[in-house]
């Protein structure tokens, strides 16, 4: 894909989209961090459902470290990989306490630091919480960049610095949301929309899908 297509991508997303956000649910850094680390391999609607139960009760470090594993799990037992999952965030908030004067860290090093924090999260939580110029490669953003033609590569690091090399500096405030958004609703894995992909004119794909009958 050449550089002039990969632009006009772009700037059909921010026409349409001039302020896309994450849909999981949110008020502070801490809630976030909380939601990233249990939207892996979980939609952020089952992750939306559960925090609508468990922020009440416990929104800060302190508060979800007093509710403990035990007392976590049966918030989160519907979300894949609770087991794991209760014991990182409680680990994370112990570190939180103990090293960060109970807030998240604005900073890659500390974040990945943090039980259940890999790359892909710190970038989630650096671009969106403290507006940081990082692209998060998920799954959907690691079909789209491969499918498209505006970032291939074999792993999500090498798709993420291909999109950070290759995409025009204005749009990566943005570039995590728009591509999420676009794998999640149109350009999805097993049948993917281009009959009504505002992008089909620009994108590489080579097996395009027609409009269903
Ligand atoms: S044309 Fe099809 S394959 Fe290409 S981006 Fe759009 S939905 Fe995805």
Known sequence: ????????????WQ????APGTELTYQS????????????????????????????????????RALGIDGLIPYIRTIGLFNSKAKNIIATCQLLIDKHHSRVPEDRA????????????ANVILNTAFGHPTIAVDTHIFRVG??????????????????????PAQYHQ????????HGRYTCTARKPRCSECII??????????????
């Open 29 to 64: 850094e801490f809630e976030l961090l909380i939601a990233v680390i249990l939207s892996a391999q979980a939609t952020d609607v089952s992750v939306n459902k559960a925090t609508r139960k468990l922020y009440p009760v416990a929104n800060t470090p302190e508060k979800m």
């Open 15 to 18: 026409e349409i989209d001039p």
């Open 200 to 213: 089909a004119d620009l994108c590489d794909y080579r097996h395009k899908t027609a409009a269903d009958a």
């Open 110 to 121: 500390a974040l990945e630091a943090l039980p259940g924090v890999g790359r892909k999260t």
């Open 1 to 12: 894909m050449n550089r002039s297509k990969r632009a006009e991508i772009f700037r059909r």
């Open 174 to 181: 943005h570039a995590h949301h728009w591509l999420i958004l």
């Open 146 to 167: 491969n499918r498209t033609g505006i970032a291939p590569g074999k792993t999500p690091l090498e798709v993420e610095k291909r999109l950070l090399r290759l995409v």
